[in-house]
């Protein structure tokens, strides 16, 4: 046997990354626990697909980092954008020491990398599909209507599936994966039959019960029955969620503002005056109202609107149909109604929103073609 020379080296077998010397430096809540617990017990009873629901908030970037440590293997991630990439990113950047590094590139060089699906779903421009690897032109969205996608792969995209074959036993995580129903579903569940050995673990704040029955006809194959979900209202009542709240900053207007507010205020009660003196127009605004909106007389070819017993004649309008043809202008009648400027229309009926002060866009509502008449 050859003794090795001074600058030879004895080749050294790659060694696995220390993933059991990472640790997440702050305590896991009880319900990602609970999820991680249950995603332990799939793995045990030989299970390679898991499905976790959690509400944004909830710490799903966290359970998934933390399963894929648990798991010690080489790790994917996909998700829908850049921004979550870059989340999956940081997010393991907490996890210390830093013995296990984390990249972005497509040919997995480290033993966690963070993608988008767009890195892999990507057609080649000479096949002539569309963006969700379907024929151009076809809205087919069944397992026939994406024909062949693998091969219509651009080669960026085959690479990827090649690079991720190579890896052997794997972890791949499919981040907000209610996103692959709608786009990237079938390419994923083409590419899973090519990695037979890999762990995979979807992870959505979307619930199943709102899923269509397509969509959970994939799920179904892409997963499973997802093992854990967490509601919000569960999360808030725990105190891990806050509850949705819109927050305002209540302040007293200025001085200069005070003055414009009143000035606008005075203009537009003068124009409320001007509008009903009985001698601005060839008819006062408020009898004008109540002939358009009270008595509502027109001639019987009028309007279809109208009602009459032998079609011949003066009718009065239909507040039902008036309200339904016309609601602007029907409710801005009832608040001229509020204001006492007018009677109660015969068959109208006073809603919460007809209880306030007529504004100026009530004064606004175009108005539909009207020749009253008087009645016989």
């Given at each position: 046997?050859?003794p ?9 077998t ?24 249950a ?5 045990q ?54 013995a ?34 379907r ?7 069944s ?58 673990i ?54 200069t ?14 124009l409320?005056?001007?509008?009903t003196?009985?001698?601005n ?16 007389e027109?001639?019987a ?58 504004t ?14 008087c009645?016989?």
């Amino acid at each position: 046997m050859r003794p090795l020379g001074h600058h030879e080296r004895v080749p050294q077998t790659p060694q696995p990354p220390p993933w059991a010397s990472v640790g997440y430096p702050l305590p896991l809540r009880p319900h990602q626990q609970q999820a991680l617990a249950a995603i332990e017990r799939a793995w045990q009873t030989g299970a390679d697909r898991a499905w976790v629901v959690l509400p944004p908030g909830a710490g799903k970037t966290v359970v998934g980092l933390e399963a894929a440590r648990r798991r010690g293997r080489p790790t994917v991630v996909l998700s829908p954008n850049t921004a979550i990439q870059g989340q999956w990113m940081l997010q393991w950047g907490r996890f210390v020491p830093a013995a296990v590094r984390i990249g972005n590139s497509r040919d997995l060089s480290t033993p966690l990398t963070s993608l988008t699906y767009q890195t892999l779903a990507v057609f080649d421009p000479d096949a002539e599909v569309d963006e969700e690897g379907r024929p151009d032109g076809q809205q087919d969205h069944s397992a026939a209507g994406y024909p062949d996608l693998l091969d219509r792969l651009h080669p960026n995209g085959r690479a990827l599936v090649t690079a991720m074959q190579e890896l052997g036993p794997m972890t791949l995580f499919l981040d907000e994966c209610h996103h692959l129903l709608e786009v990237w579903g079938r390419l994923i569940a083409d590419v899973l039959t090519l990695l037979p050995d890999a762990s995979v673990i979807g992870l959505t704040a979307t619930p199943p019960q709102s899923l269509t029955s397509a969509e959970s006809q994939l799920v179904d194959e892409l997963f499973g029955r997802p093992l854990y979900s967490a509601s919000i209202p569960s999360l808030v009542r725990s105190g891990y969620l806050a509850p949705f709240a819109e927050l305002a900053w209540l302040v007293r207007p200025t001085d200069t503002e005070s003055e414009w507010l009143a000035s606008q205020a005075e203009r537009f009660l003068q124009l409320q005056t001007d509008l009903t003196d009985p001698a601005n127009g060839s008819i006062g605004l408020l009898a004008w109202l109540d002939a358009r909106f009270v008595r509502r007389e027109v001639t019987a070819g009028d309007s279809e609107r109208a009602a009459s017993a032998d079609g011949i004649g003066p009718v009065a309008l239909n507040w039902y149909d008036l309200e339904r043809d016309e609601p602007d202008l029907a409710a801005a009648a009832l608040r001229f109604h509020y204001a006492g400027l007018i009677a109660l229309p015969p068959g109208a009926r006073l809603r919460e929103q007809h209880r306030h002060q007529p504004t100026s866009d009530d004064m606004n509502v175009p108005l539909p073609p009207y020749r009253p008449t008087c009645a016989g």
